[in-house]
């Protein structure tokens, strides 16, 4: 009887370490799934600024003048502007992959004819993205075509400039207002986003999104090197075969969700076609 006893202490012992041991790689691989992505976090929720000095970082349609259009421009250009920041202003702001987004996305696009201005990292401040902003706008002609390309911090409706200012999109929309070329792509990789797609909506736009206005944006693992969103859009035109910016868009779309369902996360990325046909960049 006491050899039959100790054997069952034995084997429950056993199970026990096995169950232990399970609990712990289990742990591991959680930890490991933990470090393949980062969050692109609601920028507001991180600035430890006062109060009183984030109201007076803010950038709204208030702020705007419509931009008045260079009828001596070019006609029949491309045009496009690229902004990646990772590299903020306090290295507890930073990001990961914004300025590789944007070397990435100014690549796709001057191999499609582009003529591509970039600010990048510390570059990207507000004066110098209301400058590119300002010429970008005025040459959006009847005749060119324009696409733009954001990747950084976001934040209820705001793109986040490296010195820290909130550029709404009400201000973007004031900006674009006086457009009359009927071709144009947008495209914004950060937090908070989605109300630049309704913002900038009008005929002949095709705007794209990470997110809708309360989650978030992530970059992705170090076999991506991208923000996730991006990293999808980049795979859909060199990997898939795309050549129109609306199946790539979807395909991008679908893949984060998909992406996202493997790690748990809440992810709402879309865009909104009002380009009459196929968009080709």
């Known amino acids: 009887m006491r050899t039959q006893k100790w054997i069952k202490l034995a084997f429950i012992a056993m199970f026990v370490g096995v169950v232990f041991q399970n609990c712990s790689k289990e742990d591991e691989l959680v930890q490991e799934e933990q470090i393949t992505f980062s969050v692109r976090p609601d920028f507001e929720t991180i600035d430890n600024r006062p109060a009183d000095v984030i109201a007076k970082f803010k950038v709204t349609g208030n702020d705007a003048v419509a931009v008045k259009l260079d009828e001596n421009a070019p006609k029949g250009s491309k045009i496009a502007l690229v902004i990646g920041i990772s590299d903020y202003s306090g290295t507890s702001n930073d990001l ?26 510390l570059n990207a401040t507000k004066a110098n993205i209301e400058a590119a902003i300002n010429t970008l706008a005025s040459q959006s002609i009847a005749g060119n075509e324009i696409a733009f390309v954001y990747s950084g911090h976001g934040s209820k409706g705001n793109i986040v400039t490296s010195d820290l200012y909130y550029i709404n999109n009400s201000w973007f929309k004031t900006k674009f207002s006086t457009a009359k070329s009927t071709k144009m792509m947008f ?80 992810v709402a990325p879309s865009y909104v076609d009002s380009y009459t046909g196929n968009f080709d960049l």
Do not use: H
């Not at 990961?96 to 990292?121: F, H, M, N, P």
């Not at 859009?233 to 493997?262: L, N, R």
């Open 187 to 266: 495209t914004f990789d950060a937090c908070q986003i989605g109300a630049m797609a309704t913002a900038l909506n009008a005929t002949g736009r095709v705007i794209a999104v990470a997110s809708n206005t309360t989650v978030y944006s992530y970059d992705g693992d170090a076999t991506m090197k991208n923000g996730v969103f991006t990293y999808y859009q980049m795979k859909g035109f060199d990997s898939m075969g795309y050549i129109y910016a609306e199946p790539d868009f979807q395909y991008a779309v679908d893949q984060m969700k998909a992406w996202a369902k493997t790690k748990r996360l809440r």
């Open 96 to 121: 990961q992959y914004c300025d590789d987004d944007a070397i990435d996305w100014k690549a796709r696009l001057q191999a499609e004819g582009y003529t591509v201005t970039s600010l990048l990292d």
